[in-house]
């Protein structure tokens, strides 16, 4: 369903939707039941003269049951939803898969800054690949990335990816994806951070191996290995910068 | 002393220090009298409204059409674009549904509806409002000084809110949080007589089970105001040393944590949710069983759902952090915790559609806002559902989704059950009638684009549309036509919903001083307020109620007249 709205482009998305769909047939079964019953007694109850209405205290048990049963299936489906939640939250964020490859993904007022491994898939080496404002993955391939910021919370999103996490300066945070489609596709700032903050884009390219090979050589023969010497790993924002 | 006068006109029957005359100064600046109080806060309160309102048309205004000046404000910087978001917020939520529903509603009707001629701290009380006025003139110089006010969000979260290095709003961020405390201050003051004044001063025979739903709600929310806002005032003071002082409670480079900040605020902002949720639940009651002629359904089940309510609320904070870096394990917890809390309010919302069975329903004003309370409000109940999952939370965060819920169960209790509220206690208060054709107008004039406002924004945020940017043509997967479409939509939605205020502000204003004078029980409702002449005389009653029965009794069998008031002896 909500592929309708928006690409989904990495191997777990589909569990995100099919979580959005689950909800929304359950929830929304109770929503128009509610409001059926809700408009319905409206109608039927409106005031007419010399009628007066019963006298219900609600301790009657052949109308509480009509509280009470519903009430005991609301919790059943909570518990359906609670389960199905769960396991797509363990798949996203408890589990980490083996990494074919791992990039680091730095945040700053107001940029997104990328280190892929380069040739050697070791990140923090003289070939390392830095770019702004755009991550080139390859197709199929199931990444790590390493987040963090150098100055305030950021939040990396990946609507297409339906992966979101923020970045809190000071901490290293860990996550991973496996892109399935390919395309180019909007990385944002989800956390709201200074005057910049609707400006805080980059493109997430998924290429095909061949495609993301070509990128790859050509950026490595271009990289400086002055850049290597670098202190991404350890951000020090200091205040005030 | 207060106390003692308050004691001794409680037993006398009589009125205290209302004896002598009142220049305007101690009648309207200096009152000591719980209903003055009740409505400053309720005038303040809509006053804040129309400033937040208008800052919802200046954002929106600029999301449908960026790039283009806004009528009545100009060109829209990044800027001032955070800064009008971030005060939208705060004021709609903390100067506009506090001050209203509790501080408001509270003080109205507590003391007027168990039998009681004032607060137990009436001077405390006085305090209370002169300090949340000052809050409020605080928040609004925040908007005047250099770089304008503050534009971190209404959550605020550091480093961003504790550097003025990454905020640029050296001056509107800490006027901002000293605007905060003052106002928690000014409600901590007015919870503390709430619980007093309704354990201490009931009327004789009055029962824990014969008061008011909407004063339990009231007192409940109270108690978890209490318990919840120590840690943010807390916290506030430690982010305000930060500004001011280079502390680093929350600045990593110097040993702080930002998350500690992220678990201060919304231990106190969950349960806030239900802090003004409850009171707005207790005034559709009221309305409802008025206007249906009916005993609440299952009295004491809405009483044991609201204090689950409460209880409950304390451990779900976390669900706005699913995202946010903490142990992920934490998750699965707040996860249970935030969906077990749909039972209790599931419960709520039954019993309140049950209370319609067999009624004789009168669509009354402020029925018809109590009615759409009910409607609304189980939007923002079940969509609530996919943001308390977690594994959907991880899409979901920080999207116009997060917005469209929230409001959906904001705007049913800040806007609808506070009309409700006011349309029925409007005879109590100034002593004459609303006009019913105008409420109407304004009702459906409300409620119609409200919706039209709302509904595109749950399909823009579940198509990734993300909160707090300015400009949403700098990226692609959001500038679909369609979704300009919708953008434009909700904004002229919103427009059409101001304007629908107009009617109700003229009709609210002409009625104070030139509507049908009303008598004592315009409504024919059973609860003591409607025994004290309209509008009440500073101690209320000449002679005080004694109480004889539960606030519902209405339609009994065998009597003939369908309502039987609790203090009319049998």
């Not at chain 1, 996550?175 to 200074?194: M, N, V």
């Not at chain 2, 309305?287 to 451990?315: D, E, H, N």
């Not at chain 2, 939007?379 to 977690?390: E, F, H, K, M, P």
């Not at chain 2, 959906?408 to 100034?430: N, Q």
Request: net charge negative; hydrophobic share 50%.
């Amino acid at each position: 369903m909500l592929d309708h709205l928006i690409a989904s482009a990495a191997s777990f998305s589909g569990d995100v939707d099919g979580l959005f769909v689950l909800i929304t047939v359950l929830v929304g079964v109770w929503f128009i039941a509610a409001e059926a019953m809700f408009f319905w007694l409206i109608f039927r109850f409106r005031a007419k003269d010399g009628e007066k209405a019963q006298y219900v205290t609600g301790k009657e048990k052949h109308l509480k049951k009509w509280i009470n049963i519903p009430h005991a299936l609301v919790l059943v489906c909570d518990v359906v939803i609670i389960v199905a939640a769960i396991r797509v939250w363990v798949t996203i964020k408890q589990t980490l898969p083996p990494a074919d490859r791992t990039v680091r993904v730095v945040a700053q007022q107001w940029a997104w800054t990328f280190a892929d491994p380069g040739p050697d898939q070791k990140l923090d080496t003289p070939d390392d690949i830095r770019t702004t404002d755009e991550l080139h993955v390859e197709v199929g391939k199931t990444y790590h990335f390493l987040l963090e910021s150098k100055d305030v919370v950021h939040s990396f999103f990946v609507p297409a990816f339906r992966l979101k996490q923020d970045a809190d300066p000071g901490r290293i945070y860990t996550g991973w994806f496996k892109p399935t489609k390919t395309g180019s596709y909007d990385i944002l700032c989800a956390e709201i951070c200074g005057i910049g903050h609707g400006v805080m884009g980059a493109l997430l390219v998924v290429d095909t191996p061949e495609a993301f090979q070509a990128w790859e050589q050509a950026h490595a023969a271009e990289t400086p290995a002055e850049a290597a010497s670098a202190t991404e790993s350890t951000p020090a924002p200091a205040a005030g910068q | 002393m207060a106390q003692h006068s308050h004691e001794a006109a409680h037993v006398a029957g009589a009125s205290h220090d209302a004896h002598h005359h009142q220049n305007w100064f101690q009648k309207y600046c200096w009152s000591t009298d719980h209903k003055m109080i009740g409505m400053q806060y309720m005038f303040t309160g809509m006053a804040m409204a129309l400033l937040g309102a208008f800052m919802a048309y200046v954002f929106r205004m600029q999301l449908a059409f960026p790039g283009h000046a806004v009528p009545g404000f100009g060109l829209v910087s990044p800027g001032q674009y955070n800064m009008l978001i971030t005060n939208h917020g705060s004021i709609m939520i903390f100067w506009v549904a506090m001050p209203v529903l509790i501080a408001g509603f509270g003080n109205f009707l507590i003391p007027l509806m168990i039998g009681a001629d004032d607060m137990v701290f009436p001077r405390l009380n006085r305090l209370s409002y002169q300090l949340f006025l000052l809050s409020a003139l605080v928040l609004i110089a925040s908007l005047f000084v250099q770089n304008g006010g503050f534009g971190g969000a209404w959550t605020a979260y550091p480093p961003l809110s504790a550097d003025k290095h990454y905020n640029l709003t050296p001056w509107g961020s800490s006027l901002w949080l000293i605007a905060v405390v003052l106002e928690f201050v000014a409600f901590l003051l007015g919870g503390i007589n709430f619980i007093v004044t309704s354990m201490n001063s009931r009327a004789p025979g009055m029962k824990a089970f014969d008061v008011p739903i909407v004063v339990w709600t009231i007192v409940i929310a109270s108690i978890l105001f209490l318990a919840s806002v120590g840690p943010l005032v807390a916290g506030a003071i430690m982010l305000l040393f930060d500004q001011l002082l280079g502390t680093s409670f929350f600045n990593p480079t110097r040993g702080g944590d930002p998350v500690l900040w992220q678990h201060l605020f919304w231990f106190f902002g969950h349960p806030e949710v239900y802090v003004v949720m409850l009171p707005a639940m207790g005034i559709v009651a009221e309305v409802m069983t008025v206007f249906a002629r009916k005993k609440l359904f299952a009295y004491k089940t809405v009483i044991y759902t609201i204090i689950a309510t409460g209880v409950l609320s304390f451990f779900v904070w976390a669900h706005h952090q699913f995202v946010a870096g903490i142990d992920p394990r934490m998750a699965n917890v707040f996860t249970v915790t935030t969906l077990l809390i749909s039972i209790p309010v599931a419960e709520m919302c039954f019993v309140y559609i049950a209370t319609l069975y067999g009624g004789s329903i009168r669509l009354t004003t402020p029925m018809l806002w109590a009615l759409a309370f009910i409607a609304e409000f189980l939007i923002g109940g079940v969509t609530g559902i996919y943001l308390g999952s977690s594994g959907l939370d991880v899409f979901f965060h920080d999207t116009y989704f997060v917005v469209a819920h929230f409001h959906y169960t904001f705007f049913p209790i800040a806007i609808i059950a506070v009309m409700s509220g006011v349309t029925f206690w409007f005879p109590k208060m100034f002593g004459r009638q609303l006009n019913e054709f105008w409420g109407k107008v304004h009702f459906w004039g409300t409620i119609i684009p409200f919706n039209g406002i709302f509904i595109p924004l749950f399909i823009l945020g579940a198509a990734g549309e993300h909160r707090r940017i300015f400009d949403y043509s700098n990226f692609e997967h959001m500038s679909k036509p369609w979704m300009i479409d919708m953008r434009i939509a909700a904004t002229v939605s919103l427009v059409v919903m101001l304007a629908f205020q107009i009617p109700f502000l003229i009709n609210f204003v002409w009625s104070m001083f030139k509507g049908p004078k009303v008598g004592k029980n315009p409504w024919n409702a059973n609860t003591l307020e409607w025994t004290a002449d309209s509008p009440p005389p500073h101690g209320n009653w000449a002679v005080m109620p004694e109480v004889h029965r539960g606030p519902y009794e209405y339609s009994v069998p065998g009597r003939e007249r369908d309502f039987w008031p609790q203090d009319e002896k049998v």
